[in-house]
Nanobody, 117 residues
């Protein structure tokens, strides 16, 4: 019903920046909050940031002050601007959109972010 496609991942040096984008398509009216999660090899998938359609945001403590989540509802896109990147930010970053009412969430296939020291 909803498809999420991430883009913008890549290789960056520590201290650098990357911007990620997630484009949603399909039954957009069935989702509200969107977010970014990340998963490093051998680790659990963790919350990075979320944003409601109205613009309310939530960030993991580990990225607060460095990352900014935003969205463009007209374009059905959510963004993650990542500044002051650290090697520990290296992970696959996934776009996420829970179904309104709960019980299910849509996921993108992920985009790799690698931060070199």
């Amino acid at each position: 019903q909803v498809q999420l496609v991430e883009s913008g991942g890549g290789l960056v040096q520590a201290g650098g920046s990357l911007g990620l984008s997630c484009e949603a398509s399909g039954s957009i009216s069935s989702i509200n909050t969107m977010g970014w999660y990340r998963q490093a090899p051998g680790k659990l998938r963790d919350l990075v940031a979320t944003i409601t359609r109205g613009g309310n945001t939530n960030y993991a403590d580990s990225v607060k002050g460095r990352f900014t989540i935003s969205r463009d509802n007209a374009k059905n896109r959510v963004y993650l601007q990542m500044n002051s990147l650290k090697p520990e930010d290296t992970a696959v970053y996934y776009c996420n959109a829970p179904l309104i009412g709960g019980g299910y969430a849509y996921w993108g296939r992920g985009t790799q972010v690698t931060v070199s020291s």
